[in-house]
């Protein structure tokens, strides 16, 4: 049985179960009833989210580094990222979130500065400053560091090109020293939707790789690609990198579709794939524009719940294959 009941078995997101009202006794003792209603459901998630039990998710034994990569653009890729690190952060656990694309789209959403001229990864990839100088804290938590992506990211890989060990440059500035300043338990780093340079340091710099695959036709469209570069990348450059986590986004329960994708993909990828999946929400689409992630934007709604669920599952599954 799992620790979270929140687990669905069918693999199947709870808001496409239809919810059976509920009757519920009043607390004035006489026998009046109060009805179940969605937004009754809605206002106790979002209590849970904002009051977790922190002692329900496991730290891990060592830090985990963790790649979020695929060269397939509108994935759910910076969305997963942010909303994952937030869910962790909400739960005590002090995470970092690097924003390796040139667009800035996680910094945008963890509400932090990167107007051209702020201390960025473009700085720590070129050697200026540390990951600590150019961290900053996001209001969304305070256990939640995010190192900002400004424009000047656009033109690092031809910067990089000429520089010695290229692909490490991120390896080295995320040395075990230098995150011992910040003490994270996690390291997400958001890569842009590539398979350059940048992509390259981000795996070479972390132990596993995170691949978000949209619930859509196009999904597999080119993972195989991606799956050949990382297979190279354990060849030459990091033999410790390993997939260890496929995330479905973008899950639409009315259409036969996203079951058909989902099917397929568990069925090449077993249990590296999460049983927690991702819908489709307005919700998580909007958050980004306010400067939140979907657990601060919206902490009840049920893209929110799913991000939490799916970052739960992650600890757990960690923490198991660490106790092994």
Known sequence: MSVYPEFQAADVPRETKTPKHKAKPTNNGDDSAVVWTPIAEEAARAASVLHPDESLLPRPTHRRVITVANQKGGVGKTTSTVNLA??????????????LDPQGNASTALSVEHRSGTPSVYEVLIGEISIAEAAQVSPTSPNLFCVPATIDLAGAEIELVSMVAREARLKEALSPEALDQLQPDYVFIDCPPSLGLLTVNAMVAAQEVLIPIQCEYYALEGLSQLLRNIELVQQHLNPELSISTI???????????????????RGHFGDVALKTVIPRSVKVSEAPGFGQTVLTYDPGSRGSMSYLDAAKEIAIRGAKKEGA
């Open 247 to 265: 995330l479905l986004t973008m899950y639409d329960g009315r259409t036969k579709l996203a079951d058909q994708v989902t099917s397929e993909v």
């Open 86 to 99: 937030a869910a962790l952060a909400i739960h005590g656990l002090k995470t970092l979130v690097i924003d």
